[in-house]
Structure formats: C-alpha cells, structure tokens
T-cell receptor, first 117, second 114 residues
Framework: AQKVTQAQTEISVVEKEDVTLDCVYE???????LFWYKQPPSGELVFLIR??????QNEISGRYSWNFQKSTSSFNFTITASQVVDSAVYFC??????????????FGTGTSLTVIP | DGGITQSPKYLFRKEGQNVTLSCEQN?????MYWYRQDPGQGLRLIYY???????QKGDIAEGYSVSREKKESFPLTVTSAQKNPTAFYLC?????????????FGPGTRLTVL
C-alpha cells in the first residue's frame, strides 16, 4: 500500500496566486516524521521542512506554510503569492521512527508545479 | 562549502556493461543512501549505509552493488544484471542513520543505457 499519496500530479497557477499541494500519509506508528522536498529542473532535492508527529503546530516560513493534521493524516504545503522560481516538483516523504530500517523514507510520487508568468 | 557531490552528471552505458556512479560528501555524516527516480514516480531506495564497511539493501537492490570503505564515499555500481537501469540516481546522506534524521541530497546522475 502506498504510504504517501500526492494525488495532484500536475498543477499550473498564474504568478502571484496561492497554491496548496496535498499530502496524505498512512502509518500505524505513533512516532513518525514528515518531510517536504523541492526538486527544481536541475534535479537536486532541496529540503524544505521536517515535522514530527507530536507537533501539530502549523509552520510558516516566508511565503511557505505547512498544515499538519493528524486527524486526516495530511501534511499540506501552501505557497502564497507564487513566483516563477517556485516551479518544480515537490515531494512529500514519511519516516517511521519505530522501524529498524535505517531511516528509510517513503516518498510520494510528487506534484509538478508550474507557475505561469 | 559542505555538501554532496555526484559524478558524472550524465552517463551513457551500453547494454551488458557495468558502470559505477560516484557519491562523495564532506558533511561528516555517518549515513548515506542511494535512490532511483523514474519519470513520474517517487524515489525508491536501492541501498543505504549507516556506518563504514556496512550497508543494507533497500527495496530495489537487485542488479546493484555498493561499497563503503570511507565515511565520505558511497559508490554505486549498476551491473549488467539490472534489467532496466535507465533512470535518475540520487545520493543522500544524514548525520546519523536514525529515523529522525533529515536526508540531504546530491545533484544526481542521469544514466542512460543505449
């Protein structure tokens, strides 16, 4: 079963619009970590945020914000006032702390965001 | 600057040949990882190593081999046994190998089998 689902394969928005990228995860562990990464056209994955399962506070970093809701197993990512430089593929990932699997990450299939100028 | 380097950026291989992808990090991280990315898919773990001279298979280890002789280096060999090796390969590292650790990624190597 897919542990991390990113149902939105591709999204296009016009510059300055807000956009939300969805991430739904599945785990039986009570302690786990969620991540978002950005993959620009160059290919390198850039770390954006890490959130543990005990911290449901929303986080804001500049134009980026994250909404973590354990009740719906979701960890959504919102970009406010999008810019062309935000165009990239965004990945959500899950790490289950209780597993003896050497920090294995479970990645979603990614959401490709295109910001149109 | 600390970081992860992968070389080469692009690699072409003929069928039946083995090829080795380089991954070096100067972050003093204990753990290193290799992932494979196919178009429209997420990343899949090939191998990981939490300490020098030790490594473990990930979900798709068949047709691949690794070594970890030095802390800063974790080369990946794609062998001729790998049936569909054309893909984008990403190397990552984390400070330890614990499940709490953030993984940091290199720029990737795009392998094409001709």
């Amino acid at each position: 079963a897919q542990k991390v689902t990113q149902a939105q394969t591709e999204i296009s928005v016009v510059e300055k619009e807000d956009v939300t990228l969805d991430c739904v995860y599945e785990t039986r562990d009570t302690t786990y970590y969620l991540f978002w990464y950005k993959q620009p056209p160059s290919g390198e994955l850039v770390f954006l945020i890490r959130r543990n399962s005990f911290d449901e506070q929303n986080e804001i970093s500049g134009r980026y914000s994250w909404n973590f809701q354990k009740s719906t197993s979701s960890f959504n990512f919102t970009i406010t006032a999008s810019q062309v430089v935000d165009s990239a593929v965004y990945f959500c990932a899950l790490s289950e702390a209780g597993r003896n699997t050497g920090n294995q990450f479970y990645f979603g299939t990614g959401t490709s965001l295109t910001v149109i100028p | 600057d600390g970081g992860i380097t992968q070389s080469p950026k692009y690699l072409f291989r003929k069928e039946g040949q083995n090829v080795t992808l380089s991954c070096e990090q100067n972050l003093n991280h204990d753990a290193m990882y290799w992932y494979r990315q196919d178009p429209g898919q997420g990343l899949r773990l090939i191998y990981y190593s939490q300490i020098v001279n030790d490594f473990q298979k990930g979900d798709i280890a068949e047709g691949y081999s690794v070594s970890r002789e030095k802390k800063e280096s974790f080369p990946l060999t794609v062998t001729s046994a790998q049936k569909n090796p054309t893909a984008f390969y990403l190397c990552a590292s984390s400070i330890f190998g614990a499940n709490t650790d953030t993984q940091y990624f290199g720029p990737g190597t795009r392998l094409t089998v001709l």
